[in-house]
């Protein structure tokens, strides 16, 4: 299964050495390419001077648009899967064999590195607002993923095609729960997270509540008219 590690980079300069780094020593024989998604700090200029494999976008297009990039590039080049890796440190990439091993064994379309398949959610605002995502997901299409936000997602040939060559398939939940209804097959692998040290998130806190919101108005309403 030859396997691209897809890393949206928005403003990472402290961190995408790091990311990368580990990537290529945890996970020997995983392809990887850095979205550098128009940031403005020395995102880019970092990567090419560690000759780090790299999409230089021109401006600022959000996650989604770096994430689907990515997907073209590993369509073209004819890989079997490709994950979604943060830039941001939060991924451990010796979870990425295990997760290939479960697209394998399974017969998956699209595997979850979950956080919470085997372990309890801890109290928060975000981890509530994770369950009713989770509920949200469960009540339009009967499938129960423990750890629906999770940006961990490894997805295979016939999913690469379709974030490809669809110009309205982000990397969240609710296109998940459409592509569910769609009849894609999805498992999940028990993962761990590490904080963000460094960086600007996608998501801030306000932004978070808004997302939330967002999402759970998708799956319960917009994706039905997809």
Request: proline share 4%.
């Amino acid at each position: 299964m030859r396997t691209l590690a897809i890393i949206p980079a928005y403003n990472e300069e402290e961190s995408i050495v790091a990311t990368v780094d580990e990537l290529i020593a945890r996970a020997p024989g995983i392809d990887y390419v850095v979205v550098n998604d128009g940031s403005s700090d020395s995102t880019r200029a970092v990567c090419a001077e560690h000759g780090f494999n790299m999409i230089d976008l021109p401006v600022n297009l959000g996650l989604t648009a770096g994430f689907q990039t990515g997907m073209k590039y590993a369509l073209r080049r004819g890989y079997d899967c490709a994950i979604q890796f943060d830039a941001d440190g939060q991924h451990d990439p010796s979870y990425i064999a295990p997760m290939v091993e479960n697209m394998v064994s399974t017969g998956a379309d699209i595997v979850i590195g979950s956080r919470f398949l085997t372990e309890k959610k801890h109290l928060s605002a975000r981890m509530t607002g994770s369950a009713l995502i989770q509920f949200m997901v469960r009540l339009t299409t009967g499938r129960k993923l423990s750890d629906p936000t999770s940006g961990m997602r490894l997805y295979g040939k016939g999913m690469i095609e379709r974030f490809a060559r669809e110009s309205d398939f982000g990397p969240e939940p609710d296109t998940v729960a459409y592509l569910i209804r769609q009849g894609a097959k999805v498992s999940e692998v028990q993962v761990s997270m590490r904080d963000r040290t460094a960086g600007e998130s996608y998501l801030s806190f306000t932004k978070s509540i808004s997302y939330m919101l967002r999402t759970c108005i998708s799956i319960l309403f917009v994706q039905w008219f997809r």
